[in-house]
C-alpha cells in the first residue's frame, strides 16, 4: 500500500492497481495514436495517388509489379495506355455498387493486349437496371481495336471469390473478383491489378470511384474515442485513490 498527500488529498493505492491502470492507459493511448497513423497513411497514400494521376501515362507492359503493400505506394492511381480491344462476351458485373444513394453494378470487361496477348480487367465504370437481364442489354459493346488510358487500381486484398469458378456462365455477376481465381479461364497472362477507364474511353460508364477513400472522420473519431477511454482510466484511479467519491456522498447527504 502506497500513501501520500497531495494538494490536501490523501492518496492510497496498491501498487498492482496502479499498474493495472497505466497498462490501460498505455492500451488505450496507443490504439489511438494507431488511429491518427492510420489517417494519417491514408492521407500521404492519397497525394500519393493524386501525383501520378497527375503524370504522363505509360505502356503498362513497361511496368513491374512487386505486391499489393509496395504497388499501392508505388502504382496506385497511376496513369497507363494499352492497345488492344475489349472482350465484350466476357463482361463481369459487381453488385451492391453504390452510386449518389442508388445501388447498381460495376462494370468489368476484359480486355486483351495487342503486343503480348495479355488480358487486363478494365473497370468502364457504374450502371444501374432492373434486372441482370435488362443490365446485359444497356451494356454497349465496344467493337475493334483501340487505344485505352485510365488509371491502376490496386486493391487492399485480393479477394477470394471461391478455390475454383470452374465453368463460367457469361456475363459473370458477382459481389467481388479476384484476379487469382481469374487467371486460368483466359488465354495468356493476365495483369494482376484493375485498370479504370478513363473519360474519353469508348464504352466508358459513370465513372463513380475514388482512386483511395481516405474516409478520415472515422479514423478521427476512433482514435478520440481511445484518448478519452485512456484519460477516463486515470480520473477513475485518481478519484478511487483520493477518496473524492466518500467525501461526495458525503457532501450529498
Not at 492510497?12 to 492497481?17: A, G, K, P, Q, T
Not at 505506394?73 to 455498387?97: A, M, R, T, W
Not at 486484398?157 to 479461364?185: C, F, H, Q, R
Request: some cysteine.
Amino acid at each position: 500500500m502506497v500513501c501520500f498527500e497531495c494538494f490536501g488529498l490523501r492518496i492510497r493505492f496498491h501498487w498492482l492497481s496502479a499498474v493495472t491502470a497505466f497498462l490501460l492507459f498505455l492500451a488505450f493511448s496507443s490504439l489511438g495514436v494507431w488511429q491518427f497513423g492510420k489517417a494519417k497513411a491514408k492521407i500521404e497514400a492519397l497525394e500519393q495517388s493524386e501525383v501520378l494521376a497527375s503524370q504522363e501515362p505509360v505502356n503498362l507492359r513497361e511496368l513491374s509489379f512487386g505486391g499489393l503493400v509496395s504497388d499501392r505506394i508505388s502504382l496506385q492511381g497511376k496513369g497507363v495506355f494499352i492497345n488492344g480491344h475489349y472482350l465484350n462476351d466476357k463482361n463481369i458485373f459487381l453488385i451492391y455498387k453504390h452510386y449518389q444513394d442508388m445501388i447498381g453494378y460495376e462494370v468489368i470487361t476484359p480486355f486483351r493486349i495487342r503486343e503480348d496477348n495479355g488480358v487486363v480487367l478494365v473497370s468502364r465504370g457504374w450502371i444501374t437496371a432492373p434486372s441482370p437481364t435488362q443490365l446485359v442489354e444497356k451494356v454497349t459493346s465496344v467493337i475493334g481495336e483501340i487505344r485505352l488510358t485510365g488509371q491502376i487500381y490496386v486493391p487492399e486484398s485480393d479477394v477470394e471469390v471461391g478455390a475454383e469458378l470452374g465453368e463460367v456462365d457469361w456475363p459473370l455477376i458477382t459481389k467481388d473478383i479476384s484476379v487469382t481465381n481469374l487467371k486460368d479461364i483466359f488465354d495468356g497472362p493476365i495483369y494482376p491489378y484493375l485498370v479504370r477507364a478513363g473519360e474519353d474511353v469508348p464504352g466508358v460508364l459513370v465513372r463513380y470511384w475514388p482512386v483511395i477513400n481516405p474516409d478520415l472522420g472515422m479514423h478521427f473519431s476512433y482514435a478520440m474515442q481511445w484518448f478519452g477511454m485512456a484519460l477516463s482510466v486515470l480520473a477513475v484511479f485518481f478519484i478511487a485513490c483520493s477518496g473524492l467519491k466518500d467525501r461526495f456522498i458525503r457532501w450529498l447527504k
